[in-house]
């Protein structure tokens, strides 16, 4: 077991070699932080660590860096999430102010993530499946070729341009508007795409039938879209500057952000704490590949539940503040998203 003071020496070794990027030994342990003791009793405790290893030589008689068990006793029991200062707040209230769509909302904030953390932000896009749809329109910019629009009760919006096999009149645009709009709206995005799948398709006769077909298609397809799930991310280019932190190759990583179905299932499955963040270190992501790697994420509140923002970058990362700009992030995307939905 390693005694309290034992933990406090952890929790010096952890800043000082995020800080510093230098092995940590007893003796600045001694000099950089208030122990009140010896640098040999301070050899003694880390020998204990190292016991439990939660920290490791990378050289022979060198100091001592964390491992990924001692970063997980860091971020668990001995890591305090700093608040963000003035200027961080009002760089993430000012950059996320008034975005034109969900779409521009989501992109900017894994820039300001990115900005204020120098790692790979990621998002998760709100869950539109349980989302209604709202409102359905068809537009004409050619006799053969229409713009449908679908709009849900969560933000979602969708645009498709569908060539049509026949020309069309404005009154039968306005009867595929209306039919379509009879099958979906009102609906769960999930219970649309049944609806869609089981319509009659010759109930307007032969020649509406056939652009009603191909409509439906394009519905289908725009509705299988609000279903599934998205990321997007920021900041890739961080991990070229930070290739020294990482004992192997980014490879993995790189690969992760192109592929996007790992980080997804990886954020998913994150397990979060009674605040709402989450962390996963090092060892604990070998299975998806990145056994290098660490995330940590906080998840905001959308319209069909909950999703998750937060930032990849290598285990020696500032854990306190990357969760601080996690939390901070995520609540303000909350609220935004509850104000459009309450003023909508």
Request: aromatic residues 4%.
């Amino acid at each position: 077991m390693v005694s309290e003071r034992g933990l406090q020496v952890l929790r010096a070794i952890v800043e000082d070699f995020v800080e510093t990027n230098e092995p940590v030994g007893s003796k600045s342990i001694v000099e950089r932080h208030a122990f009140g003791v010896s640098a040999a009793t301070i050899r003694n405790d880390m020998a204990q660590l190292e016991d439990e290893e939660l920290i490791a030589a990378p050289h022979t008689s060198s100091g001592r860096v964390p491992t990924d068990k001692g970063y997980r006793v860091f971020v668990d029991h001995l890591a305090q999430v700093r608040p963000l200062t003035a200027a961080q707040r009002s760089a993430i209230t000012t950059f996320l102010a008034d975005p034109a769509d969900l779409d521009d909302l989501m992109v900017r904030t894994v820039r300001v993530l990115t900005r204020l953390t120098g790692q790979v932000a990621l998002a998760q896009y709100p869950s539109f499946a349980q989302a209604h749809v709202t409102h359905v329109e068809l537009v004409a910019l050619a006799p053969n070729r229409l713009l449908v629009v679908l709009v849900t009760d969560a933000g979602g919006v969708s645009q498709r341009i569908v060539p049509l096999p026949v020309e069309l009149d404005e009154g039968e645009i306005a009867a595929l508007r209306a039919t379509i709009t009879a099958l979906i709206t009102g609906h769960s995005v999930r219970r649309g795409a049944e609806r869609v799948a089981a319509a009659d398709e010759g109930a307007l006769g032969p020649r509406l039938g056939a652009a009603q077909t191909a409509l439906l298609r394009a519905v289908a397809e725009e509705l299988a879209e609000f279903r599934q799930e998205r990321l997007v991310m920021a900041g890739a280019a961080t991990l070229a500057r930070r290739e020294h932190d990482f004992r192997g190759s980014i490879h993995p990583l790189l690969e992760a952000i192109e592929e996007q179905v790992t980080l997804l299932r990886l954020m998913s499955e994150m397990r979060v704490d009674e605040h709402g963040l989450a962390a996963s270190i090092g060892t604990e992501n070998a299975a998806f590949g990145l056994g290098e790697a660490s995330i940590v994420a906080s998840d905001y509140v959308t319209h069909g539940g909950t999703a998750r923002v937060g930032v990849m970058g290598p285990t020696r990362m500032d854990y306190p503040s990357n969760l601080a700009a996690a939390r901070a992030v995520a609540r303000y995307l909350s609220r935004l998203l509850e104000e459009d939905e309450t003023g909508r």
